[in-house]
């Protein structure tokens, strides 16, 4: 029995995870691979530079994944194994361990929300499958946060009803129930449904191949919060890495579930701009600066009077998009802003929009009462009178983006606060002038 030629085959299921489903395939990639008898399956750990190791069994491999006469069959099993694997590192499963009381609950939970995406044909027959809990009506592209809350509300009724993990004496009490009855072999004669039963089983079954594969998950639980945050960020970077090397159509063909987590995980990796500061930023470098001639300070290069000061005047127009429903809480946070640039001696003035300019004001620290939902959005208007009539030094356009490109060139910069719920940034470049979203601002 060659380690060498485990590892080989290993490669080989890898080369048909870059040819069938290539995100998994490039993934696979960053894994530090290796043949143990540590685990007595196939199992991810720690290797010694703290990196994601993924350890193989060679009798497992050799008899388990592997149907004698069926080379086929023998492709798909490893190639399930494999890929249950990465899934559980790709939702990061190991690291969350700790988050979790129940660590066998636990360990079910999160191979339903693997093994949902692998074929049926791939598993082995003691894989735990979402068919297995067919009263329990699980909903499919969940999280384990889900299927943990799911499972725990199910076991707690069946600990309430009598039929949940049992101890000596419950177990002594069915084994004669089970011998007076004649009936052992019948699930349905405790009371309990096929999920409830199934629960039962992986409960209380200590020698469970497919949640022994998780037994090495406590090594993460023991690494330092620097050392998790590490190799949290490994991951990210190998999903990014994978998402970037395949193409469009491929990962569209991602089941929806995983594509969705994807995206939260890409969306939470940008960079958190803060919009407050970009406004002040923007609003501070519009500010004109004139000279003023004051009695009241002699020239410090003459020493006669009047002296010369210099004087900071800032004249914002802000357009205020009403066609839609606009979000009250962000418009209150927008004008809290507002009020502070005010406050330092902006002049503001008002407008309030959709495709014609229908109430303007000027800004007195008190915001607005907007009627909302008029019809369209038209950008040109409030362009067009900053153009011809107020003439400020700065435009800032509150909205949510959904209308066309203005025709009119603004003659003075502008920024666009786009509010959460409005257009996304990879489809606003055709706003002229600075953008930035609305978005909330952790700690």
């Given at each position: 029995m060659s380690n060498q030629r485990i590892l080989d085959e290993v490669a080989k299921t890898s080369i048909q995870l870059m040819l069938k489903e290539t995100f998994y395939g490039h993934f696979f990639t960053s894994i530090l691979k290796d043949v143990s008898e540590r685990t007595e399956s196939i199992a991810t750990t720690i290797s010694t530079n703290q990196m994601i190791k993924l350890i193989v069994n060679p009798q497992y491999w050799d008899n388990t994944l592997k149907v004698p006469g069926d080379d086929a069959a023998t492709k798909d099993l490893r190639y399930g194994a494999i890929k249950h694997q990465i899934l559980h590192i790709v939702f990061k499963h190991a690291l969350r361990f700790t988050e979790f009381g129940n660590k066998k609950l636990f360990g079910i939970a999160s191979d339903l929300a693997a093994n949902q995406y692998i074929k049926s044909e791939q598993l082995t027959e003691d894989a735990i499958r979402m068919e297995d809990f067919?009263?329990?009506k699980l909903n499919r592209g969940q999280s384990i946060d889900y299927y943990y809350k799911r499972l725990a509300e199910e076991l707690e009724d069946m600990q309430q009803d009598g039929g949940g993990q049992g101890n000596d004496s419950d177990e002594e009490e069915n084994e004669n129930c089970e011998s007076s009855s004649g009936q052992s072999d019948d699930k349905e004669q405790n009371g309990l449904n096929q999920a409830q039963n199934r629960l039962k089983d992986l409960m209380e079954n200590e020698n469970n191949q497919q949640l022994d594969q998780h037994k090495f998950w406590d090594e993460f639980e023991r690494l330092s919060s620097a050392e998790q945050k590490m190799i949290d960020a490994a991951i990210n970077e190998s999903i990014i890495n994978s998402v970037s090397r395949i193409k469009?159509?491929?990962?569209?063909?991602?089941?929806?579930?995983?594509?969705?987590?994807?995206n939260l995980l890409v969306e939470s990796l940008k960079p958190n701009v803060n919009w407050?500061?970009?406004?002040?930023?923007f609003t501070a470098s519009s500010s004109r600066?004139?000279?003023?001639?004051?009695?009241?300070?002699?020239?410090?290069?003459?020493?006669?009077?009047p002296g010369i000061k210099i004087q900071c005047k800032q004249k914002i127009l802000v357009a205020i998009d009403t066609s839609g429903s606009v979000n009250e809480d962000e418009l209150r946070e927008f004008f809290g802003e507002l009020y502070h640039i005010w406050k330092q001696g902006a002049e503001i003035y008002v407008v309030e929009c959709d495709t014609h300019i229908h109430n303007q004001y000027s800004y007195t620290g008190r915001p607005p009462e907007l009627i909302s939902g008029r019809g369209g959005t038209d950008f040109n208007a409030p362009i067009e009178f900053a153009n011809e009539k107020y003439l400020p030094d700065a435009i800032v356009y509150f909205t949510d983006g959904y209308a066309p490109a203005p025709n009119i060139i603004s003659r003075k910069p502008i920024l666009w606060m786009v509010t959460?719920?409005?257009?996304s940034e990879d489809t606003w470049d055709f706003l002229p002038g600075r953008k930035v979203k609305m978005t909330k601002q952790f700690a």
């Open positions: 067919p009263e329990f469009p159509k491929d990962y569209g063909k991602l089941p929806g579930g995983l594509q969705q987590y994807i407050r500061r970009i406004l002040r930023i600066t004139r000279l003023k001639n004051t009695i009241r300070r002699p020239s410090k290069r003459y020493g006669t009077t959460s719920q409005g257009i």
